[in-house]
């Protein structure tokens, strides 16, 4: 079992502290923003005794806290004295790149809410010149692009990070259903031939392999697929390249039935080979269903919820 771990994020107003606490929490630290500075040492006592549950921890701390910030000193000698390791991590940035990151989110700043932006960056400063002496990671975020923030954490706290890393999903969907909110990259697939025309394959989805065999026969679905699968070759380590924990790649036809189940399956079958892939089918059991591989390989059946999951132990839902 790993050791018990806590980072102190604070620094700037406009630094980038959400930004990195977001990043440790995707690296599967459990973060909390704004906590005041005397519960620290109570704090980190509790999660440290919830044993592995709670191992790696986040606390943004900065001036939001008003007069509890200046307990932050006391705090952290107080956990040296609990014999409790905790590392700070300080963001910086020049006043130039605050007052503009201010400027854009139109935000005053917290110790000048009436007064100029400038002022509010020396008070704060003037404030946090001790923590930032004592911080044993001091970050200037000032031309440090957002992917370069996150491969910095991740080098530095690599030790602590959770096994999954990198993901993509493939989702099947019908656009009559309407658009899943959350995709990255979007596939229209309704222009290759359509098997519910054919009446012996409507009622049979594209993972029935007649089915899949009429949308693979045709040659636009030959062209489609090679230049498709070429496309996310180069795409896929690009978006992982720029820092995502998790691509979704959205994939729709009319129903969410045929045509898209059959390029998902395909696509996630390509991708499979280098990346963690799970498949989702959305839309699948809101069409009328009277063949699927479950009828064919007893492994996969519907659930009440129209959902379709595996026996293979391994937890998999199909939806």
């Known amino acids: 079992m790993s050791e018990f771990r806590l980072l102190v994020v604070t620094g700037m107003s406009g630094a980038g502290k959400s930004q990195v606490l977001h990043c440790l929490e995707d690296m599967g630290y459990f973060c909390v923003d704004n906590l005041p500075p005397v519960l620290i040492p109570k704090f980190a006592e509790i ?5 592995a549950k709670v191992q790696h921890v986040a606390l943004v701390v900065d001036i939001r806290g008003g007069e509890f910030f200046d307990a932050l000193a006391q705090s952290l000698e107080q956990l040296g004295d609990q014999q409790i ?14 007052i503009r990151r201010y400027k854009e989110t139109r935000r005053a ?7 100029r932006l400038l002022v509010g960056i020396h008070r704060e400063r003037e404030r946090l010149a001790q923590v930032k002496e004592q911080a044993q990671h001091v970050i200037d975020t000032s031309h440090m692009r957002p992917a370069a923030l996150r491969d910095f954490l991740q080098k530095t706290f690599s030790s602590y990070r959770l096994p ?43 993972r029935v ?21 070429s496309l996310m070759a180069f795409l896929v380590p690009q978006y992982r390249k720029e820092g995502k924990e998790q691509l979704i790649i959205g994939v729709g036809c009319t129903g969410g039935m045929h045509r898209s189940v059959w390029v998902a399956e395909e696509l ?52």
């Open 164 to 206: 999954e890393g990198f993901g993509v999903t493939v989702v099947s969907f019908g656009f009559k259903f309407g658009t899943p909110p959350d995709l990255d990259v979007m596939f229209d697939v309704r222009f290759l031939p359509n098997p519910y025309y054919v009446d012996e394959y409507r009622h049979a989805t594209g």
């Open 109 to 115: 700043h917290p110790l000048a809410p009436r007064d």
């Open 47 to 51: 999660c440290r005794q919830g044993g």
């Open 209 to 229: 392999p007649e089915v899949a065999a009429f949308i693979a026969g045709h040659e636009v679905t030959k062209q489609f697929m090679e230049r498709l699968l």
């Open 268 to 319: 996630a079958k390509t991708l499979a080979a280098d990346w963690p892939v799970r498949v989702e089918h959305r839309d699948l059991y809101r069409n009328e269903v009277r063949r699927d591989v479950w009828e064919d390989e007893p492994q996969a059946k519907p659930t009440k919820e129209g959902k379709a999951t595996c026996d293979c132990g391994a937890g998999c839902i199909r939806d």
């Open 85 to 98: 390791d905790y590392e700070v991590i300080f963001l910086e940035a020049t006043d130039e790149v605050l």
